[in-house]
């Protein structure tokens, strides 16, 4: 059977398409069984077209979505190609180096078939609690060689026609710190693959197979055409700035990334020749993860809707050197990809608040801050938490920024502090806002956060992957940048400060962790603040004392 496709029933079909992309996302949500999942959201679902393609998307995080089909495509072309694909087939991979971003994240992909052809792929990607490596969460801060960072798994069949492959399930849980949860999340990721595959075959039921290979082409194709119209409305000419990492976590030199962005007609070319060498630290970022940060900042600068999928992407070309920050080498470490991935981002929006400076903000809080425990109990037994923090969300010219927001790149929820210390000798001793970090301006920056663990088991392990503590968000038209953010060890009284980059530090009971996030940049003048903000900023506490 086959369904004309006219302009109404093209439109009917993107949205069941989407529709079934956040029926996945819930699945995972409802069936995952770690915090990360669970509570923090950081995962994704995609559906994708016959070729790898994402077509559909739910609403998740950005640096997942907008790299998953470029890593499909990689693992079609480089590993399994599609005609080894069966019906049935999960097939899974980690690497970074084989179409994934870091250890942690699995991706996983099921085909979907009807009437005897192939008509979409459906995808999801975990972030896992741990996939082993040299500190827990597998977010080594010193780590000088991916292999130091976790179980890499290559483009294999973790199902096959149906089947589990047990073996490779029983290698992967032998080298993980928490078994039980990877087995639980990968759980959830099949049973949402299973989920989007029922649902695409419902829709090649109902429109027939040719209908909804036809609509997925015409989809891509109708997005790309808005993607060139949005770009043609951008004056062409060559923007450009610059933006610094504080360091590798190894070498305290800062990394530069630079970004100059020009507009010709209705394409864009993206060059990142400037940024700084591949570093000998984690930091560093595969095309595929700085191809996410691209595809945000072009999008997030859009003036008009344009549904989220690969044909966005094809007017927008970028030039990254193999061997650079943003296009990392095999073997460099790359667990804090991401850190490389805000700051590119925050760059080139840098670079296009110059071509339309009416819809870009000053700079948000731009890191992830993720930092990671390991607590051991008196018999031994080991927990592992996976926190992974926000900041100030940068101001725009006419409204001021968003305090403790998950902005950018992120998508994140916060895990809730009942569920950290129900199932973790681990108390929180304070979380909230940090007065005086928005950056001051005509409209401010929002505030960053401040978040306290105190260990309550014999001892612990603490790893961090953090940034903007010597760089900090930046203002716009003139507002001040937010403020750095910091990492305090409290022990017996005492505060100590750490650097940004900590690697399996021992921690005793009754040792106390402190985060404090940065703020987001301030846009305009502070001295053209209205009477009336700077008095609501001090009834509401957000200045510092």
Same mark, same amino acid.
């Given at each position: 059977?086959?369904?004309?496709?006219?302009? &109404?029933?093209? $439109? &009917?079909?993107?949205?069941?398409?989407?529709?079934?992309?956040?029926? *996945?996302?819930?699945?995972?949500?409802?069936?995952?069984?770690?915090?990360?999942?669970?509570?923090?959201?950081?995962?994704?679902?995609?559906?994708?077209?016959? #070729?790898?393609?994402?077509?559909?998307?739910?609403?998740?995080?950005?640096?997942?979505?907008?790299?998953?089909?470029?890593?499909?495509?990689? @693992?079609?072309?480089? #590993?399994?190609?599609?005609?080894?694909?069966?019906?049935?087939?999960?097939?899974?991979?980690?690497?970074?180096? +084989?179409?994934?971003?870091?250890?942690?994240?699995?991706?996983?992909?099921?085909?979907?078939?009807?009437?005897?052809?192939?008509?979409?792929?459906?995808?999801?990607? +975990?972030?896992?609690?741990?996939?082993?490596?040299?500190?827990?969460?597998?977010?080594?801060?010193?780590? /000088?060689?991916?292999?130091?960072?976790?179980?890499?798994?290559?483009?294999?069949?973790?199902?096959?026609?149906?089947?589990?492959?047990?073996?490779?399930?029983?290698?992967?849980?032998?080298?993980?710190?928490?078994?039980?949860?990877?087995?639980?999340?990968?759980?959830?990721?099949?049973?949402?693959?299973?989920?989007?595959?029922?649902?695409?075959?419902?829709?090649?039921?109902?429109?027939?197979?040719? /209908?909804?290979?036809?609509? +997925?082409?015409?989809?891509?194709?109708?997005?790309?055409?808005? *993607?060139?119209?949005?770009?043609?409305?951008?004056?062409?000419?060559?923007?450009?700035?610059?933006?610094?990492?504080?360091?590798?976590?190894?070498?305290?030199?800062?990394?530069? =990334?630079?970004?100059?962005?020009?507009?010709?007609?209705?394409?864009?070319?993206?060059?990142?020749?400037?940024?700084?060498?591949?570093?000998?630290?984690?930091?560093?970022?595969?095309?595929?993860?700085?191809?996410?940060?691209?595809?945000?900042?072009?999008?997030?600068?859009?003036?008009?809707? =344009?549904?989220?999928?690969?044909? +966005?992407?094809?007017?927008?070309?970028?030039?990254?050197?193999?061997?650079? &920050?943003?296009?990392?080498?095999?073997?460099?470490?790359?667990?804090?990809?991401?850190?490389?991935?805000?700051?590119?981002?925050?760059?080139?929006?840098?670079?296009? #608040?110059?071509?339309?400076?009416?819809?870009?903000?000053?700079?948000?809080?731009? @890191?992830?801050?993720?930092?990671?425990?390991?607590?051991?109990?008196?018999?031994?037994?080991?927990?592992?938490?996976?926190?992974? $923090?926000?900041?100030?969300?940068?101001?725009?010219?006419?409204?001021?920024?968003?305090? %403790?927001?998950?902005?950018?790149?992120?998508?994140?929820?916060?895990?809730?502090?009942?569920?950290?210390?129900?199932?973790?000798?681990?108390?929180?001793?304070?979380?909230?806002? !940090?007065?005086?970090?928005?950056?001051?301006?005509?409209?401010?920056?929002?505030?960053?956060?401040?978040?306290?663990?105190?260990?309550?088991?014999?001892?612990?392990?603490?790893?961090?992957?953090?940034?903007?503590?010597? #760089?900090?968000?930046? %203002?716009? $038209?003139?507002?001040?940048?937010?403020?750095?953010?910091? !990492?305090?060890?409290?022990?017996?009284?005492?505060?100590?400060?750490?650097?940004?980059?900590?690697?399996?530090?021992?921690?005793?009971?009754?040792?106390? &962790?402190?985060?404090?996030?940065?703020?987001?940049?301030?846009?305009?003048?502070?001295?053209?603040?209205?009477?009336?903000?700077?008095?609501?900023?001090?009834?509401?506490?957000?200045?510092?004392?």
């Amino acid at each position: 059977m086959s369904t004309p496709l006219d302009a &109404i029933a093209l $439109e &009917i079909l993107r949205n069941a398409l989407t529709a079934a992309a956040a029926e *996945m996302d819930v699945t995972v949500w409802r069936t995952s069984r770690s915090t990360i999942v669970r509570e923090l959201l950081d995962y994704s679902t995609a559906i994708f077209d016959a #070729h790898g393609d994402n077509v559909a998307q739910s609403a998740r995080i950005p640096q997942h979505l907008n790299s998953m089909s470029t890593g499909l495509r990689t @693992v079609l072309r480089d #590993h399994l190609p599609l005609e080894r694909w069966e019906d049935g087939d999960v097939v899974i991979t980690n690497d970074p180096y +084989c179409g994934g971003q870091h250890i942690p994240d699995i991706l996983a992909f099921r085909p979907v078939f009807a009437e005897g052809q192939r008509v979409a792929i459906v995808g999801t990607l +975990c972030h896992h609690l741990d996939m082993g490596g040299m500190a827990a969460g597998s977010y080594a801060a010193t780590a /000088t060689e991916v292999f130091q960072e976790g179980l890499r798994i290559p483009p294999l069949k973790l199902v096959k026609a149906g089947v589990i492959n047990d073996d490779l399930l029983a290698m992967m849980r032998q080298n993980v710190r928490r078994p039980d949860m990877l087995w639980g999340d990968l759980q959830a990721q099949l049973a949402s693959l299973a989920v989007g595959e029922a649902n695409i075959r419902k829709l090649a039921d109902r429109v027939g197979a040719t /209908t909804l290979t036809e609509a +997925c082409a015409r989809i891509l194709d109708g997005s790309e055409r808005a *993607m060139r119209a949005m770009i043609g409305r951008i004056p062409d000419g060559k923007y450009d700035f610059e933006d610094f990492l504080d360091d590798d976590g190894i070498d305290a030199r800062p990394i530069r =990334i630079h970004a100059e962005v020009e507009v010709r007609g209705e394409e864009m070319v993206i060059d990142l020749s400037g940024c700084g060498p591949q570093a000998v630290g984690p930091v560093n970022a595969t095309l595929a993860s700085s191809g996410s940060a691209v595809s945000y900042a072009v999008m997030a600068i859009a003036d008009a809707e =344009i549904p989220p999928n690969a044909g +966005c992407y094809r007017p927008v070309t970028v030039i990254a050197p193999e061997g650079s &920050i943003v296009n990392a080498r095999h073997p460099a470490p790359v667990a804090n990809r991401i850190a490389t991935g805000h700051r590119l981002a925050t760059t080139l929006l840098g670079a296009l #608040h110059k071509a339309v400076p009416g819809r870009v903000p000053a700079a948000y809080y731009g @890191v992830s801050y993720v930092c990671s425990f390991q607590t051991i109990g008196e018999q031994g037994e080991r927990g592992v938490l996976v926190e992974i $923090e926000v900041g100030g969300s940068g101001a725009h010219d006419d409204t001021d920024g968003l305090n %403790g927001y998950t902005y950018g790149m992120h998508n994140n929820s916060n895990i809730p502090v009942e569920m950290i210390e129900s199932e973790l000798p681990i108390t929180l001793t304070g979380y909230g806002l !940090l007065p005086g970090s928005g950056g001051a301006g005509r409209q401010r920056g929002g505030l960053g956060l401040f978040r306290e663990w105190r260990i309550d088991s014999a001892e612990a392990v603490f790893t961090a992957n953090l940034e903007r503590f010597k #760089h900090r968000p930046y %203002g716009l $038209e003139g507002g001040e940048p937010g403020s750095a953010g910091a !990492l305090f060890l409290i022990r017996g009284g005492a505060r100590q400060a750490l650097g940004s980059k900590v690697n399996n530090l021992r921690l005793m009971r009754g040792d106390t &962790i402190r985060l404090e996030t940065s703020g987001g940049g301030g846009f305009g003048p502070a001295a053209e603040r209205s009477a009336a903000a700077q008095a609501m900023d001090r009834q509401l506490g957000y200045l510092a004392a």
